[in-house]
């Protein structure tokens, strides 16, 4: 299968090695690749320029998508679907939704519309851009990947000082106060978003298998592992992080990953997520993957009666109306 591929947050640990993988392993793929800055000042937005230019005749752009601005991803996603129906781009195959966000060491931070961020660029985003762009895939269907963590489960996560739960209020997701344990309610934000991400996908599956005309296109939701050497333990994250990584993780690598198979690099799980992209691994199927493998989510992620007040509200969130996606009939 051929087509468009879609990765958000293109620039970062996981994403520029998979973008070399996928651009050597797959090159009849038409790959789009959004970061926030397009500029070369953005010394990772170079590398991946850099990682691209490897392959001259690899049909692939860089484009900017700020997915804390939502009118932005809006407004992206309308681009594509243009793009699509006038054969300026091949029809999707995959939305990789790798970008993220999280804040461990400041006060939360909003986006424009009063939104913490970790919530909007983490889910509301994505939501916004895969329900704008199911209509884009062609007939044989695709892949969605989406993103969660161990954080999503209590007690799976070292950082974790609150078990992340989806609270009755589900509006109160999108607000947050300052607090002087910036560490531990940074990840609490961030896991929750990873929690709401998970069952988010639960419920996108199930609304594309009752629809004829998308029950091809399949969400997989990926728990990529332990990364030790992304920069997301140098960024927004107290300074007792980076010697973690740098002093004990990086270098002791092999040996804990004897004892926790989820200490990889960002290279090796940029593989699996190719795989997953391409519909190589999984094909056709459906679900939560830990690394690449069938492993139970947390309670809390399989009650559906949430799942489904989630999708509703996400949707709501997102500016999500029955005009602007192709599954109308979950909407």
């Known amino acids: 299968m051929t087509g468009t591929i879609i990765v958000t947050g293109a620039n970062g640990s996981l994403a520029i090695p998979?973008?070399?993988?996928?651009?050597?392993?797959?090159?009849d793929y038409t790959v789009v690749l959004?970061?926030?800055?397009?500029?070369?000042?953005?010394?990772?937005?170079?590398?991946?320029?850099?990682?691209?230019?490897?392959?001259?005749?690899?049909?692939t752009s860089i484009r900017q998508l700020d997915l804390a601005d939502l009118a932005a991803v809006h407004n992206f996603a309308n681009t594509i679907a243009a793009e699509v129906a006038d054969k300026k781009l091949p029809p999707l195959t995959s939305i990789v939704c790798n970008a993220y966000y999280w804040n461990l060491a400041?006060?939360?931070?909003?986006?424009?519309?009063?939104?913490?961020?970790s919530i909007h660029v983490n889910h509301i985003a994505h939501v916004a851009l895969v329900l704008r762009l199911l209509g884009s895939f062609g007939p044989e269907g695709g892949r969605i990947v989406l993103f969660t963590s161990d954080g999503h489960f209590p007690g799976k996560n070292?950082?974790?000082?609150?078990?992340?739960?989806?609270?009755?209020?589900?509006?109160?997701?999108?607000?947050?106060?300052?607090?002087?344990?910036?560490?531990?309610?940074?990840?609490?934000?961030?896991?929750?978003?990873k929690l709401a991400i998970l069952m988010w996908g639960y419920a996108l599956n199930r609304h594309l298998e009752k629809d004829e005309a998308l029950r091809n296109i399949t969400a997989i939701?990926?728990?990529?592992?332990?990364?030790?050497?992304?920069?997301?333990?140098?960024?927004?994250t107290p300074q007792f992080l980076h010697y973690v990584q740098r002093f004990?993780?990086?270098?002791?690598?092999?040996?804990?990953?004897?004892?926790?198979?989820s200490m990889r690099t960002a290279a090796d799980a940029g593989v699996d997520v190719v795989a997953l992209a391409a519909n190589k691994a999984y094909p056709g199927e459906r679900?939560?993957?830990?690394?690449?493998?069938?492993?139970p989510s947390s309670p809390d992620s399989l009650d559906e009666d949430k799942q489904q007040r989630l999708w509703v509200k996400s949707a709501e969130w997102a500016r999500i109306t029955k005009e602007d996606t192709a599954l109308a009939g979950g909407i």
Do not use: W
């Open 221 to 236: 939701i990926l728990d990529p592992g332990s990364l030790v050497d992304s920069r997301a333990l140098r960024t927004n």
């Open 158 to 193: 070292g950082l974790e000082k609150y078990p992340p739960a989806i609270p009755d209020d589900l509006d109160s997701l999108l607000k947050a106060s300052p607090d002087s344990d910036k560490q531990g309610r940074g990840f609490f934000r961030y896991a929750n978003s």
């Open 18 to 27: 998979a973008v070399r993988h996928l651009l050597a392993s797959y090159p």
């Open 106 to 117: 400041y006060d939360p931070e909003f986006t424009a519309d009063g939104i913490e961020k």
């Open 34 to 59: 959004t970061v926030r800055k397009t500029e070369d000042t953005d010394l990772n937005t170079k590398r991946l320029r850099e990682t691209v230019a490897e392959f001259p005749k690899a049909q």
């Open 287 to 295: 679900g939560y993957l830990k690394l690449l493998k069938r492993e």
């Open 248 to 261: 004990v993780l990086q270098p002791l690598r092999p040996l804990l990953r004897l004892k926790d198979p």
